[in-house]
Structure formats: C-alpha cells, structure tokens
C-alpha cells in the first residue's frame, strides 16, 4: 500500500568535467509492507555533455542508509536510468530507525563518473522525501513554517578554503540539530558531523571548518553542502544550504612575477636617474 509521496527540492548540484555534465534525476516514494518500508522508484542520470561518461552510477543517503547502484557508461547526450527497490526500514528490528516522526527526510545522491581518461569525478545532489504513514491532513501546514534558518559561505583560497556555517532559531522555543556535510570525494572537509547541536531561542550560531583539494583538478568547481534535521512538536523538519569551492594555484603567487618585475625596473629607473643627475653636475 502506498502511504508516502516524493516532494523534489530543487536543490541540486552538477558533475562537470572539460566535456562531461552529468544531471541526475531521482523519482522516488516510500512503500510500506507491513511493518517494512521501502525506498522505490528510478534515478537516472543524463550526460549533457560531448563525452562519454564511463562507469557512472549513484550512491543514494536516507540517514545512515547508504547504498549504490550498479555502474553503465553514458553516451552524450543520453539518458541511463536504474530501478530501486531498497529496504530503508524494518521497524520489528529497527534500533536507530530513520524514520520516526512524520515530515520531511532528506536524502542525498553522490554522482560518481569517470572521463575518458577514466580520471574519477563526483558531485552532491540532495533532494527530499515526505514521510506521512497516518496521512495527517495538517502536515504540510506544520512542516512547511520555518524553524531554523542556514547560510554556508566558503571562500577559496587555492587548493585550500575555510567555511562558515550560520544558523539562526526564529522559533520561541530551543532547538537540537543534526548538523550533518556532505561533499565530493575529491576534496578533503575538516568539519565533524554533529549528533546534537543545541540552538537557544531566537539566537544565533555559528560553525567554523575548513579543508583541501585531495585528487581535484586545478580550476574545478565541487558545491559542498549542510543539513540540519531536528524533531519539532512531533514533527521531522530539516534545512540545508550550500556553497561552491573552486580550485586554484597558488592565489598568493598570482601577481608575484610582476611586482618582482615592476621593483626591478623602479630600481632601474633611480639608478638610471641618480647617474645621469651626476653626470649632469660634472
């Protein structure tokens, strides 16, 4: 029996390469059987680039339920889709169940493709799932008045960056989040997932990281993102927000020949002046 229904946030982000931009396209729902749920449906993936795409596949996130599908290659401008069927909850043998109470989940896709060098790429999708097993009429009134508001800012600094993570409570009440980052495998986030992160009434908070290229490629773009999931007067809510890093050589380096070469030629030129002065006074 069908209980549960997909809402798409249209948040996403994309896998590029020189000639390789992969989308990816997820229709999913959860199925209850009995006391067992399940994440069912398609995701494709499209290559809108000129490029074969070798041995993409998707790695889908619904809490601490992580699975990936099989790998195919995607021609340019071609479309390659898989069938789910996954078993995200049995809640006879369930201790840490990802579904409690009724809202919305987040779950995040990593797409992983190569290029024709079979040189590996990633990005971050994160889309979400409405949870409603009593089919509450008043869900989405509840869900959809903003608790928590997030800004992730990151400034690049080469193949370095740091980030910050703003958080405000608009709510009257305290509030304890999951402050989960989600981010490429080509880069290297130095920010600690956090199980419970309290935020008194109406204040704000903030929360420092930063990190490094690993296997990026110079001039490459990777979106790095932040979820926030809290229960809230019975109710599962969460937020995210995200933030791009791109990767460069040496910034600090960047103007370095030509101030070396404007110095030399200052000097030059006091040289050149004080000798022709001296002569002058001969």
């Not at 020189?18 to 399940?38: G, V």
């Not at 704000?204 to 990190?211: D, K, L, R, Y």
Request: charged share 20%; hydrophobic share 40%.
């Amino acid at each position: 029996m069908k209980l549960f229904t997909i809402a798409l946030c249209a948040i996403s982000s994309f896998a590029f390469s020189k000639t390789i931009a992969i989308n990816s396209f997820p229709q999913l729902q959860l199925i209850k059987n009995k006391d067992k749920i399940y994440l069912q449906g398609t995701i494709a993936l499209f290559n809108k680039g000129d490029t074969k795409a070798f041995e993409a596949y998707p790695e889908i996130q619904l809490g601490e339920k992580k699975f990936q599908l099989d790998k195919g290659n995607i021609d340019p401008n071609t479309q390659f889709s898989w069938e789910i069927k996954e078993l995200i909850q049995d809640s006879a043998h369930c201790e840490k169940c990802p579904l409690k109470n009724p809202g919305l989940y987040p779950f995040v896709t990593t797409i992983h493709y190569k290029d024709s060098n079979y040189y590996p790429f990633s990005a971050i999708q994160v889309n979400h799932l409405l949870y409603n097993p009593q089919e509450a009429t008043d869900l989405l009134t509840n869900i959809q008045i903003p608790s928590l508001s997030m800004f992730l800012k990151i400034n690049s600094h080469g193949e370095k960056f740091d980030g910050l993570l703003q958080l405000k409570n608009l709510t009257q009440a305290n509030l304890a989040a999951a402050i989960n980052f989600y981010y490429p495998q080509e880069i290297i986030l130095k920010a600690k997932n956090i199980a419970q992160y309290p935020i008194a009434a109406t204040r704000e908070s903030t929360i420092a990281f930063h990190g490094q290229n690993d296997t990026g490629l110079i001039n490459s773009k990777y979106v790095i993102f932040a979820i926030a999931e809290w229960e809230e007067n019975g109710w599962h809510k969460y937020a995210t927000s995200y933030d791009s890093y791109t990767i460069s050589k040496n910034p600090e380096n960047k103007y370095s020949f030509w101030v070396y070469y404007g110095v030399f030629f200052a000097i030059l030129s006091v040289i050149t002046t004080i000798y022709i002065i001296t002569r002058k006074s001969r």
